[in-house]
């Protein structure tokens, strides 16, 4: 009994653990510092707000209804943006749903910027779809194999023959 034990010991190590795949660290790696600098890039924005987007800059004619329906889509980009980088650290925790969930936010995110700004910034949203696209097909986590349990249960070098 004791040597089987031994056994069951050694053999814990080789146990199935879940680990974060090399494409989806290096992808999301990249993104998470992209999406966290214009995060804190947005958040700078939202704090002084008012002297960024004062009406004499942007239109001296420009009516309230106008500037608050700037405002609430900031706001809408800026929340967009927080829950990226939270999805993308869902990833590393690794949560498969972090993944879906970052896919949906940057789609929206995209879709957001497009109709928010222009001229359009072309080279912006292909990086962004391309992050996406090389995301999507990439596993979340990876397995050690059963083989290595069944190898160590063949060999048993702690038991002594009689």
Same mark, same amino acid.
């Given at each position: 009994?004791?040597?089987?034990?031994?056994?069951?010991?050694?053999?814990? #190590?080789? *146990?199935?653990?879940?680990?974060?795949?090399?494409?989806?660290?290096?992808?999301?790696?990249?993104?998470?510092?992209?999406?966290?600098?214009?995060? %804190?890039?947005?958040?700078? #924005? %939202?704090?002084?707000? +008012?002297?960024?987007?004062?009406?004499?800059?942007?239109? !001296? +004619?420009?009516?309230?209804?106008?500037?608050?329906?700037?405002?609430?889509?900031?706001?809408?980009?800026?929340?967009?943006?927080?829950?990226?980088?939270?999805?993308?650290?869902?990833?590393?925790? *690794?949560?498969?749903?972090? *993944?879906?969930?970052?896919?949906?936010?940057?789609? %929206?995110? #995209?879709?957001?910027?497009?109709?928010?700004?222009?001229?359009?910034?072309?080279?912006?949203?292909?990086?962004?779809?391309?992050?996406?696209? #090389?995301?999507?097909?990439?596993?979340?986590?990876?397995?050690?194999?059963?083989?290595?349990?069944?190898?160590?249960? !063949?060999? +048993?070098?702690?038991?002594?023959? *009689?």
């Amino acid at each position: 009994m004791a040597d089987e034990e031994v056994v069951k010991e050694r053999q814990s #190590i080789f *146990k199935e653990r879940k680990h974060i795949t090399l494409g989806m660290k290096l992808v999301c790696a990249f993104a998470i510092t992209y999406y966290t600098l214009f995060f %804190l890039f947005m958040t700078y #924005i %939202l704090i002084r707000y +008012n002297t960024v987007f004062e009406q004499s800059y942007i239109d !001296k +004619n420009l009516n309230e209804v106008v500037a608050s329906n700037h405002y609430t889509l900031f706001i809408i980009e800026w929340v967009l943006l927080a829950s990226i980088v939270v999805s993308l650290f869902l990833v590393f925790f *690794k949560k498969r749903f972090g *993944k879906f969930l970052f896919m949906i936010f940057t789609i %929206l995110f #995209i879709v957001c910027q497009f109709y928010t700004t222009y001229p359009p910034a072309w080279e912006v949203y292909v990086m962004e779809i391309l992050i996406v696209v #090389i995301i999507a097909p990439l596993r979340v986590v990876s397995k050690f194999t059963d083989r290595i349990q069944i190898e160590t249960q !063949k060999i +048993n070098p702690f038991k002594e023959e *009689k």
